[in-house]
């Protein structure tokens, strides 16, 4: 049997991690969470996720900035960037670091699905 995949979210809002986290479970995985930018880095560090959603704007520290400190921390690290206040640079921004998708919230479940299967390939 495999084990199920370690999913971080990172959202300051708590609705939004509620909901991620539900769809996450129905999906098999295990999810832990994150309020803020500072607090998503210390996570990374202690649960070692397979992979991680993340908001752009969050107190603290914000999405792109953690981003960086999560691919030191980790080059090989799969993170999809979620922002309501998708511009074109942050999406460049993102990817150019190393995201591997970005989603515009709201989202819907499909992008949801679709973006775990793409954790899982960077996996193999």
């Given at each position: 049997?495999?084990?199920?995949?370690?999913?971080?979210?990172?959202?300051?809002?708590?609705?939004?991690?509620?909901?991620?986290?539900?769809?996450?479970?129905?999906?098999?995985?295990?999810?832990?969470?994150?309020?803020?930018?500072q607090?998503?880095?210390?996570a990374?560090?202690?649960?070692?996720?397979?992979?991680?959603f993340?908001?752009?704007?969050?107190?603290k520290?914000?999405?792109?900035?953690a981003?960086?400190?999560i691919?030191?921390i980790?080059?090989?690290a799969?993170?999809?960037m979620l922002?309501?206040?998708?511009?074109?640079?942050?999406?460049l921004?993102?990817?150019k670091?190393?995201?591997?998708?970005?989603i515009?919230?709201?989202?819907?479940?499909?992008?949801?699905?679709?973006a775990v299967?793409?954790?899982?390939?960077?996996?193999?």
């Amino acid at each position: 049997m495999q084990k199920p995949l370690k999913i971080l979210i990172s959202d300051d809002s708590l609705l939004l991690r509620k909901k991620l986290r539900e769809e996450l479970e129905k999906l098999g995985c295990q999810v832990f969470e994150a309020k803020d930018g500072q607090e998503v880095i210390e996570a990374y560090s202690r649960f070692r996720p397979d992979g991680v959603f993340m908001d752009i704007v969050m107190p603290k520290a914000n999405g792109i900035d953690a981003l960086k400190k999560i691919k030191e921390i980790d080059p090989e690290a799969r993170v999809i960037m979620l922002s309501s206040t998708g511009t074109a640079v942050n999406l460049l921004e993102a990817l150019k670091l190393g995201a591997i998708d970005f989603i515009q919230k709201p989202y819907n479940s499909s992008q949801i699905v679709k973006a775990v299967n793409d954790i899982i390939r960077k996996e193999s």
